[in-house]
T-cell receptor, first 118, second 111 residues
Protein backbone atom coordinates (compact mmCIF):
# COMPACT_ATOMS: atom_id res chain seq x y z
CA UNK A 1 0.00 0.00 0.00
CA UNK A 2 1.03 3.58 -0.55
CA UNK A 3 -0.37 5.04 2.67
CA UNK A 4 1.18 5.96 6.01
CA UNK A 5 1.73 2.83 8.05
CA UNK A 6 1.85 2.76 11.84
CA UNK A 7 2.68 -0.10 14.16
CA UNK A 8 1.56 -1.54 16.41
CA UNK A 9 -2.10 -0.73 15.88
CA UNK A 10 -2.82 -1.43 19.53
CA UNK A 11 -0.50 -1.49 22.53
CA UNK A 12 -1.37 -2.27 26.11
CA UNK A 13 1.40 -1.65 28.60
CA UNK A 14 1.88 -1.43 32.32
CA UNK A 15 2.51 1.88 34.00
CA UNK A 16 6.23 2.57 34.19
CA UNK A 17 7.20 0.59 31.10
CA UNK A 18 8.73 2.13 27.98
CA UNK A 19 6.97 1.91 24.61
CA UNK A 20 8.11 2.56 21.07
CA UNK A 21 5.72 3.48 18.29
CA UNK A 22 6.67 3.30 14.64
CA UNK A 23 5.60 5.30 11.60
CA UNK A 24 6.41 4.58 7.96
CA UNK A 25 5.54 7.68 5.94
CA UNK A 26 4.55 7.77 2.30
CA UNK A 27 7.66 7.41 0.16
CA UNK A 28 8.98 10.80 -0.90
CA UNK A 29 7.15 12.75 1.78
CA UNK A 30 9.61 15.08 3.44
CA UNK A 31 7.39 16.20 6.31
CA UNK A 32 6.33 13.93 9.16
CA UNK A 33 4.14 14.79 12.14
CA UNK A 34 3.18 13.04 15.35
CA UNK A 35 -0.09 13.90 17.07
CA UNK A 36 -1.84 12.56 20.12
CA UNK A 37 -5.61 12.28 20.42
CA UNK A 38 -7.25 11.42 23.71
CA UNK A 39 -10.73 9.94 23.69
CA UNK A 40 -13.26 12.56 22.62
CA UNK A 41 -10.61 15.24 22.31
CA UNK A 42 -8.94 17.11 19.46
CA UNK A 43 -5.52 16.46 17.96
CA UNK A 44 -2.57 17.51 20.08
CA UNK A 45 0.61 18.33 18.16
CA UNK A 46 3.70 16.52 19.44
CA UNK A 47 6.58 16.87 17.00
CA UNK A 48 7.30 17.74 13.36
CA UNK A 49 10.17 16.64 11.11
CA UNK A 50 10.98 18.35 7.82
CA UNK A 51 13.73 16.73 5.79
CA UNK A 52 17.09 17.11 7.48
CA UNK A 53 16.12 20.24 9.41
CA UNK A 54 16.05 20.27 13.19
CA UNK A 55 12.68 18.90 14.33
CA UNK A 56 10.07 21.09 15.99
CA UNK A 57 9.70 19.42 19.38
CA UNK A 58 7.59 22.14 20.92
CA UNK A 59 4.57 19.88 21.42
CA UNK A 60 6.25 17.11 23.39
CA UNK A 61 4.50 17.13 26.79
CA UNK A 62 7.46 16.03 28.91
CA UNK A 63 11.01 14.73 28.70
CA UNK A 64 9.62 11.19 28.83
CA UNK A 65 8.65 11.68 25.18
CA UNK A 66 11.18 11.60 22.36
CA UNK A 67 11.10 10.93 18.65
CA UNK A 68 13.62 10.20 15.97
CA UNK A 69 13.60 10.15 12.22
CA UNK A 70 16.46 9.21 9.95
CA UNK A 71 16.41 11.29 6.79
CA UNK A 72 13.02 11.05 5.14
CA UNK A 73 12.19 7.56 6.28
CA UNK A 74 10.80 5.79 9.31
CA UNK A 75 10.14 7.63 12.55
CA UNK A 76 9.85 6.23 16.05
CA UNK A 77 8.12 7.86 18.99
CA UNK A 78 9.34 6.64 22.36
CA UNK A 79 7.54 7.13 25.64
CA UNK A 80 9.55 6.28 28.73
CA UNK A 81 8.09 5.35 32.11
CA UNK A 82 4.54 5.44 30.76
CA UNK A 83 1.77 6.96 32.86
CA UNK A 84 -1.96 6.38 32.66
CA UNK A 85 -2.47 9.85 31.22
CA UNK A 86 -0.38 8.77 28.22
CA UNK A 87 -3.29 6.55 27.11
CA UNK A 88 -4.43 7.89 23.75
CA UNK A 89 -4.31 7.28 20.02
CA UNK A 90 -0.97 8.37 18.58
CA UNK A 91 -1.35 9.50 14.98
CA UNK A 92 1.42 9.95 12.46
CA UNK A 93 0.99 11.98 9.28
CA UNK A 94 3.22 12.83 6.35
CA UNK A 95 3.11 15.33 3.53
CA UNK A 96 5.23 16.64 0.70
CA UNK A 97 6.36 20.16 -0.09
CA UNK A 98 6.52 21.81 -3.47
CA UNK A 99 9.66 23.44 -4.86
CA UNK A 100 8.51 26.84 -3.71
CA UNK A 101 8.47 25.62 -0.14
CA UNK A 102 4.81 26.40 0.30
CA UNK A 103 2.51 23.94 1.84
CA UNK A 104 0.37 22.48 -0.88
CA UNK A 105 0.06 18.86 0.07
CA UNK A 106 -2.57 17.62 2.47
CA UNK A 107 -1.54 15.58 5.48
CA UNK A 108 -1.96 11.86 5.03
CA UNK A 109 -2.61 10.18 8.34
CA UNK A 110 -1.87 6.64 9.39
CA UNK A 111 -4.46 4.57 11.23
CA UNK A 112 -2.83 5.38 14.54
CA UNK A 113 -1.54 3.38 17.48
CA UNK A 114 -4.01 3.02 20.32
CA UNK A 115 -1.97 3.04 23.53
CA UNK A 116 -3.50 1.87 26.80
CA UNK A 117 -1.48 2.21 30.00
CA UNK A 118 -2.84 0.09 32.83
CA UNK B 1 0.58 28.39 19.64
CA UNK B 2 -2.41 30.39 18.46
CA UNK B 3 -5.95 29.15 18.81
CA UNK B 4 -8.35 27.73 16.29
CA UNK B 5 -11.83 27.52 17.70
CA UNK B 6 -14.87 25.57 16.63
CA UNK B 7 -18.31 24.94 18.06
CA UNK B 8 -18.02 21.34 19.30
CA UNK B 9 -21.68 20.58 18.56
CA UNK B 10 -23.13 18.07 18.21
CA UNK B 11 -25.19 19.27 15.29
CA UNK B 12 -28.11 16.87 14.90
CA UNK B 13 -29.83 17.37 11.57
CA UNK B 14 -32.26 15.37 9.42
CA UNK B 15 -31.27 13.95 6.07
CA UNK B 16 -31.48 16.53 3.33
CA UNK B 17 -30.86 19.47 5.63
CA UNK B 18 -28.30 22.19 5.00
CA UNK B 19 -25.83 22.70 7.81
CA UNK B 20 -23.01 25.21 8.28
CA UNK B 21 -19.99 25.19 10.56
CA UNK B 22 -17.77 28.13 11.42
CA UNK B 23 -14.23 28.20 12.63
CA UNK B 24 -12.35 31.22 13.94
CA UNK B 25 -8.60 31.67 14.07
CA UNK B 26 -6.62 34.16 16.07
CA UNK B 27 -3.45 34.62 14.01
CA UNK B 28 -4.06 37.15 11.24
CA UNK B 29 -0.86 35.97 9.52
CA UNK B 30 -2.32 32.52 8.90
CA UNK B 31 -1.61 31.37 5.38
CA UNK B 32 -3.70 28.37 4.46
CA UNK B 33 -6.89 26.77 5.63
CA UNK B 34 -8.38 23.32 5.38
CA UNK B 35 -11.32 21.23 6.46
CA UNK B 36 -10.65 17.65 7.51
CA UNK B 37 -13.19 14.98 8.30
CA UNK B 38 -12.70 12.40 11.04
CA UNK B 39 -15.00 9.42 11.41
CA UNK B 40 -15.38 7.79 14.80
CA UNK B 41 -12.17 5.93 15.77
CA UNK B 42 -10.62 6.70 12.40
CA UNK B 43 -7.82 8.98 11.27
CA UNK B 44 -8.56 12.48 9.89
CA UNK B 45 -8.80 12.83 6.14
CA UNK B 46 -8.66 15.97 4.03
CA UNK B 47 -12.10 17.10 2.95
CA UNK B 48 -11.14 20.28 1.13
CA UNK B 49 -8.77 23.20 1.10
CA UNK B 50 -10.25 26.66 1.59
CA UNK B 51 -9.35 29.34 -0.93
CA UNK B 52 -9.73 33.09 -0.61
CA UNK B 53 -12.33 33.20 -3.35
CA UNK B 54 -14.33 30.39 -1.79
CA UNK B 55 -14.61 26.99 -3.33
CA UNK B 56 -17.17 24.30 -3.88
CA UNK B 57 -16.91 20.55 -4.19
CA UNK B 58 -20.25 18.94 -4.88
CA UNK B 59 -22.46 19.46 -1.85
CA UNK B 60 -19.65 21.11 0.11
CA UNK B 61 -18.80 24.81 0.02
CA UNK B 62 -15.94 26.42 1.91
CA UNK B 63 -15.56 30.14 2.50
CA UNK B 64 -12.78 32.26 3.97
CA UNK B 65 -13.28 35.67 5.57
CA UNK B 66 -9.84 37.09 6.31
CA UNK B 67 -11.15 40.37 7.71
CA UNK B 68 -13.16 38.59 10.39
CA UNK B 69 -10.72 35.67 10.62
CA UNK B 70 -13.14 32.85 10.15
CA UNK B 71 -13.73 30.05 7.72
CA UNK B 72 -16.93 28.20 7.10
CA UNK B 73 -18.10 24.89 5.71
CA UNK B 74 -21.56 24.49 4.23
CA UNK B 75 -23.01 21.05 3.57
CA UNK B 76 -26.13 20.91 1.42
CA UNK B 77 -28.55 17.99 1.13
CA UNK B 78 -26.83 16.20 4.00
CA UNK B 79 -26.53 12.42 3.87
CA UNK B 80 -26.33 9.88 6.67
CA UNK B 81 -22.75 9.25 5.56
CA UNK B 82 -21.85 12.86 6.32
CA UNK B 83 -22.02 12.04 10.04
CA UNK B 84 -18.52 12.68 11.35
CA UNK B 85 -16.41 15.25 13.15
CA UNK B 86 -15.24 18.14 10.97
CA UNK B 87 -11.86 19.59 11.84
CA UNK B 88 -10.79 23.10 10.94
CA UNK B 89 -7.05 23.33 10.23
CA UNK B 90 -5.00 26.50 9.90
CA UNK B 91 -1.44 26.83 8.63
CA UNK B 92 0.48 29.68 10.20
CA UNK B 93 3.28 30.96 8.05
CA UNK B 94 5.18 28.93 5.51
CA UNK B 95 6.48 26.25 7.81
CA UNK B 96 4.37 23.15 7.61
CA UNK B 97 5.05 22.61 11.26
CA UNK B 98 2.68 25.37 12.22
CA UNK B 99 -0.49 23.43 11.47
CA UNK B 100 -3.11 24.13 14.08
CA UNK B 101 -6.08 21.78 14.38
CA UNK B 102 -9.39 22.84 15.86
CA UNK B 103 -11.05 20.40 18.24
CA UNK B 104 -13.73 19.65 15.68
CA UNK B 105 -17.47 19.97 15.23
CA UNK B 106 -19.50 16.81 15.48
CA UNK B 107 -22.25 16.30 12.93
CA UNK B 108 -24.93 13.65 13.24
CA UNK B 109 -27.33 13.23 10.31
CA UNK B 110 -30.50 11.35 11.21
CA UNK B 111 -32.91 9.55 8.86
Amino acid sequence: GAGVSQSPSNKVTEKGKDVELRCDPISGHTALYWYRQRLGQGLEFLIYFQGNSAPDKSGLPSDRFSAERTGESVSTLTIQRTQQEDSAVYLCASSSRDRGGLYNSPLHFGNGTRLTVT
Amino acid sequence: RKEVEQDPGPFNVPEGATVAFNCTYSNSASQSFFWYRQDCRKEPKLLMSVYSSGNEDGRFTAQLNRASQYISLLIRDSKLSDSATYLCVVLEGRSQGNLIFGKGTKLSVKP
